[in-house]
């Protein structure tokens, strides 16, 4: 029976250990796949914030006409209407029926 030499052990062992790191490296949970999909998440996150910040500052410009010292009559107006459900006797209303 041949013997096994300690070097050709020693080899393979490495071999192994290597082939784990490699595997992990690319497969694991931080390794090149999933950064590849980490990125892909985060640019669809950057887009979802863009779209967030624009609708925030559409937002501050109007609380902005609201406050005292800058209200703006027409977005006054504009408001109580729409909360009241009240309409000017000159305004055009037309009515939609339902479906």
């Known amino acids: 029976m041949p013997r096994i030499s ?4 020693l ?7 290597l082939g784990y790191f490699v595997y992990h490296g690319v497969y694991g949970k ?9 990125d ?3 640019s669809v996150l950057r887009a979802q914030l863009a779209k ?5 500052t559409a937002l501050d410009h109007r609380i902005s006409l609201m406050l005292p010292e800058s209200l703006d009559p027409d977005m006054l107006d504009e408001s109580a209407r729409s909360s009241l459900g009240f309409a ?3 305004d055009l209303i037309i009515l939609k029926t339902r479906q």
Do not use: D, V, Y
């Open 52 to 56: 967030l910040e624009a609708r925030k």
């Open 6 to 9: 300690p070097q050709f052990c």
């Open 40 to 42: 892909l998440e985060a």
């Open 11 to 17: 080899t393979i062992a490495c071999m192994l250990l």
């Open 30 to 38: 931080h390794g090149l796949n999933a950064s590849r999909e980490i």
């Open 88 to 90: 000017h006797p000159n």
